[in-house]
């Protein structure tokens, strides 16, 4: 058991609680305004809790074996970090984020920038994607939400555009998105994402993309063919079994892509779901 104890936290976008989970020792939930945003197994970090960061983690396990480098825009409480450090030992890893409290108050509770391999950055995710050497990462890991919705400026074509730079050749981009009936806001992400790479699928429960739910979705991309097989296979799998939309059918999925200026955004979800 660690020294960290249950409570709540002022933060830039709102209240931070943190609450012990009841099945598991050191396991913690992270909510900020009410909506879960991150959950951390201290005990065991390949331990991936909500399903898109499982999803997420499964991008991550089918690429090349070895170390990687990884940049995660919007770090939260560093779980996917957390799982890389853990699964990929030697890799090197960049974690943004722009909520400067909620980055003090991670690093104290459950030290954070302690990860080996793991440089924190306070920064605004745009002008982190900017200043980020050209093809030096094989990921980069796009998660950044401000008061539950994904900052519009953080998807849109040049902000692509700026990831694609920063990646490798073959390098992939993972995303979390939130969305509701019709995914108005994930079919424009898709359409960004394909304006930029050749190569993209979207993960969702099949409620989800017909539709019936708000929940989050996970879309990857890159300029080389995806694992889809691989990933169609575990999300089949999973306890909430998922879909993956890939090439054969992703056009019927792409929106309007999204241009820096567009008031778009994903919407609220309600209290309880993740961010």
Sequence with gaps: MSGVRPGRYEVRFGVLEVQQDIDRDNGWLLSVGGVAQSYLDLDDPTHLEFDYTRRIGDVLDLLRPGPLDVLHVGGGAGTLARYVAATRPGSAQRVVDADDLLVSVVDELFGLRALPGVEVEVADGRQALRAAAPASRDVVVLDAFERAAVPAGMITVSAVEDVAGVLRPGGVCALNVTDG????????????????????????????????????????????????????????????????????????????????????????????LFA
């Design 181 to 272: 009936p019709g995914l108005p806001f994930a079919r424009r992400v898709v359409g960004t994402l394909a304006e930029v790479f050749d190569h993209v699928v979207l993960v969702g429960e099949p409620a989800v993309l017909r539709g019936r739910r708000f929940a989050n979705l996970v879309l990857a991309a890159s300029a080389a063919p995806l694992p889809t097989a691989g990933l169609a296979g575990r999300a089949a799998g999973a306890p909430f079994p998922a879909r993956v939309v890939d090439a054969a059918d992703i056009d019927q999925w792409r929106g309007a892509p999204i241009l820096d200026g567009d008031q778009v955004g994903g919407p609220q979800p309600p209290p309880g």
